[in-house]
Every structure is written in structure tokens, then in C-alpha cells.
């Protein structure tokens, strides 16, 4: 069961749907699909329904709208249950993978060409406290809170940043 929990939480769509509810705290399948556009309604379902049967979301709260129910949906207190630190090692590591494949795939083109794609990668090691890694991190939020909510439209392109908090080598 844990195992297939992984590989719930590690699906792409569900991750962005876990992300739209992180940054919204709740929402409707249609303020989800409002913001997800490029998720074919069907598929947005589906993947919603995965996560609330797996205990991931819940239903905040019901209204009714024109004769059917209209569910607000937030993040579990404790999504997908409880996971032990090897479990959740493993879902850093699939994730990681699952990067790796998709750099796997772009250079794998002929017409793959970083420069023009902003591609980055860059690491730094910083000598902070708790209190300023929390900062750190404020200001990151913020910085994506600007952008997060762009609607499609000229010369946008889609963009996947990751950012990564790990331990340094001793």
C-alpha cells in the first residue's frame, strides 16, 4: 500500500494539484481548472478523486449549485497518512529521478538547445540559521506567488523550477 502511496504522490498532475492547494489552502475542481489549463477536465477529475481516496485531500466543505454539489477540497492534516523517514527518503529520491528523466528526454532532442531554453542548474552552499532558512524561504514563496497565477498568453512558455533544500557533505 505504501509503495503505491509513493507513486500517488509522485504523479505530476497530483503534485500541481497538492501545490494549487497549498498555495490556495482550498479549492473547487473548477477554480483548480481555471488555474491548471493545460489538465483536460476529465483527467483533473480523476486525479482529484485519487487524492481524496488515498486520504492526500478532503473535502472542506459542500454547497449546492444548480442542483449538484459543489466540493471545496484542502490538504489532509496529514496527507497520505503517516510516512516513516525511509519512505519519505524514497519519495525525494523518485522525484530526483523522475528530474533526471526529464533531462534525459530534452537532451535526447536534436533540437535541444539550453541557451535558448534558459536552462540552469547551479548550486550554493550558505552558512544560515533556522530563523534565516525560514526567511530564505519566505522570499522564495514570494517570488513565486507573483508568477504562479499567470494565465497563458504571448510568449509564455511553460517552465518547471525546482528548488531543493539538502544537507551538505560533513
Known amino acids: 500500500m505504501k509503495q503505491n502511496l509513493i507513486k500517488i504522490i509522485m504523479n505530476p498532475i497530483r503534485l500541481r494539484i497538492v501545490q494549487f492547494l497549498m498555495l490556495h489552502e ?26 481524496l481516496e488515498t486520504g492526500c485531500i478532503e473535502v472542506a466543505e459542500e454547497r449546492k449549485v444548480r442542483g449538484t454539489v459543489e466540493k471545496t477540497y484542502r ?14 527518503g524514497m519519495i525525494f529520491q523518485t522525484g530526483l529521478l523522475s528530474l533526471m528523466s526529464t533531462f534525459q528526454a530534452y537532451f535526447s532532442k536534436k533540437d535541444a538547445d539550453p541557451q535558448k531554453d534558459m536552462l540552469s542548474l547551479s548550486t550554493s552552499t550558505l552558512l ?3 530563523e534565516e532558512m525560514m526567511q530564505l524561504f519566505q522570499k522564495i ?9 499567470n494565465q497563458p498568453g504571448p510568449g509564455r512558455k511553460m517552465r518547471r523550477l525546482t528548488f531543493i533544500s539538502s544537507p551538505c557533505e560533513e
Do not use: F, W
Request: proline share 4%.
Open 26 to 51: 482550498k479549492g473547487t475542481t473548477g477554480e483548480m481548472q481555471q488555474e491548471l489549463t493545460d489538465i483536460p477536465s476529465a483527467s483533473l477529475y480523476r486525479h482529484v478523486k485519487t487524492l
Open 141 to 149: 514563496g514570494e517570488a513565486y506567488n507573483e508568477v504562479i497565477q
Open 75 to 88: 490538504l489532509s492534516a496529514k496527507p497520505c497518512g503517516e510516512l516513516e523517514e525511509s519512505e519519505i
Open 128 to 130: 544560515l540559521t533556522d
